[in-house]
């Protein structure tokens, strides 16, 4: 239910978000701003969460923090959400919203984790090997060091996942050779 949640209400903003192109970015940058301020602030979803606060108190807190600051269609997602009893999934709406974004200008995030650091030639031609094996024009990357790995990478876009780690070699190899002692 969470993730349809999200999904419906972060569909309706790129929707709304692909019918004014010229203020996609806005609204993006919007999005990942007022992100910022409730990970720094989560009293704020807290109280707007909360059964014994009303849905007037609700509003009025809404307006008075946040009005003049954002859009009014932000302004008016975080009203809907509320008078929903939905405040609570309003991370997983703007994730939602700023994922479909992304997607729709072909921007990518990875995460790709290594047994040890990368030197930049490395990250380059991984990065240009994801662009070129991908739909995307830009790829961010968050790279991770996993010494438990011992060689290899791990490499994660999305909810798919390539795993050339010696780790999983070596527990693959485990597994064919219980297999054989089976038989």
Known sequence: MARLISEIYGNAMYELAVEEPLR????????N????????????????????ISGEEKSALIDSTFSGSVSDEILELMHILSDKHHFGKIMDVL?????????FKREGNAIVTSAVELNDGQKQKIEKRLIETTDYDTIDIDYRIDPALLGGLIIRIGDRVVDSSVRTAISDLRRDLLLLQLR
């Open 24 to 31: 996609m970015d806005d609204f993006e940058a919007e999005a």
């Open 95 to 103: 994730n939602d919203f700023t994922a479909r974004v992304r997607e």
């Open 33 to 52: 701003a007022l992100k910022d301020i409730l990970k720094a602030n989560p009293d704020f979803i807290t109280v707007m969460t909360h059964p014994e």
